[in-house]
């Protein structure tokens, strides 16, 4: 009856998501199996050092210290690692001092975490440098020098962070991922939604269908974390190139790839103010040029051809000059005496078109100088 109940495609569909989920699952742990890698490295070798070299005990903190500065996201792992060993630091003397003026008990617990955190918050803006203070301060009060030993009372743990960070930040720079890869996937996403929303604008544009646009306007407001996904690998990429010796031949490459992510965040603001005009455009019932939608048709074929240069490491000859191409002929489409008589609306999509175009054209890697003159043709 259950079965019945559900329908009778209901083991299809259910098989589908399973599999869509498993699938889903795998491109996860595809994309963080190098950061996993080097989180497990850098703990087992943190601990090493520590007991092997160093002589701890059980320096516990050395592993936890050598994956929170790692940490599973990429990029700013020097002010991590920087913040985790001042954190202990301050925790540490903050525990220390408190535990001798007034002794262990629960409303003590409570106001050494108060005054770590508080300490910690107004020396640094950082969310890792207050968490680790109070987490110190607590193992100080928790494990005293008298039950836990010499290997995690004062100075010990200290060293343990201290060794941690340092392998952490080894880690990064001899197991580094590649610094500018993920963020060409990041920017080729980004542009894909970019194409999807010129075609959904024109299409709702030729159909005069508001509800379309509506959508198109959704799906352009809903792509901010492609391009703070972007940013964030940028700025991966950047630290990357400046620790890591086998990435610093990168290092003009990487500044390329970040000069023209910039422009890949403004065509997707730029899209987002052109999605709203064209909506009002529609709903206002007010005229339009004639070339108008051709001209943003062509602009979402010039995306795709921008969009293939971002997917390879390194784009040949024959795919810059088809993107080209493409550029200077829906730049060429801009004819302003299309604007001839039509709505306001009208306009501002014609001028966020061109700044679409504008961007795209040093999204793919030209000099603005190239964009102008395109334009300027037109």
């Keep these: 009856m259950a079965e019945e109940a559900r329908g009778p495609n209901w083991a ?39 007991k092997n070299l160093v002589g701890h005990v059980s320096p516990f ?5 050598a994956v929170i500065s790692l940490g599973v996201s990429l990029g700013s792992r ?31 617990i409570s106001f050494f975490v108060a005054a770590a955190m508080v300490a910690a918050t107004f020396i640094d803006k950082g969310l890792i440098f207050p968490m680790q203070a109070a987490s110190s301060s607590l193992l100080v009060v928790l494990f005293p020098a008298s039950a ?23 880690i ?79 290092r003009d490459r990487v500044h390329e790839v970040g000069v023209s992510a910039d422009h890949v965040d403004r ?37 795709a051809k921008v969009r293939l240069l971002w997917l390879v490491k390194w784009p040949d000859q024959a795919l810059k000059d088809e993107a080209l191409a493409a550029l200077e002929a829906c730049a060429a489409r801009l004819d302003p005496t299309m604007l001839s008589g039509v709505a306001l609306s009208a306009e501002v999509v014609f001028a966020q078109l061109e700044s679409t175009i504008f961007d795209l054209f040093q999204a793919a890697g030209f000099d603005s100088e190239t964009a102008l003159r395109a334009l300027r043709e037109a």
């Design 12 to 50: 299809v569909r259910r098989a589908a998501a399973l599999r869509a989920g498993f699938v889903a699952g795998l491109g996860r742990l595809q994309s963080t199996a190098l950061p996993i890698l080097q989180c497990s490295v850098g703990a087992g070798l943190a601990w090493f050092v520590a």
């Design 148 to 170: 836990a030993g010499a290997s995690i009372a004062g100075p010990s743990r200290l060293v343990d962070a201290f060794i941690g960070g340092v392998i952490g930040i080894l």
């Design 78 to 108: 020097w002010r991590r690692a920087v913040e985790l060993v001042c954190g202990v630091m301050l925790g540490i003397a903050i525990g220390d001092l408190l535990v001798r003026l007034i002794g262990h008990g629960w409303w003590q």
């Design 172 to 250: 990064s720079a001899l197991l580094p991922a590649h610094p500018f890869f993920r963020a060409h996937q990041a920017a080729a996403a980004a542009l894909a939604t970019g194409e999807e929303v010129l075609r959904g604008v024109a299409e709702g544009l030729a159909a005069r269908d508001a509800a379309r646009l509506e959508e198109v306007l959704a799906t352009a407001r809903a792509s901010q974390p492609q391009i703070d996904a972007l940013q964030t690998y940028v700025r991966a990429g950047d630290e990357i190139v400046r620790i890591s010796p086998l990435f610093w031949t990168y």
């Design 61 to 65: 903190f050395a592993p936890i210290a």
């Design 267 to 303: 065509i997707i603001r730029d899209l987002r103010v052109l999605a709203r005009r064209a909506w009002i455009l529609v709903n206002s019932g007010g005229k339009m040029g004639a070339g108008l939608v051709g001209a943003i048709g062509a602009t979402a074929d010039a995306m």
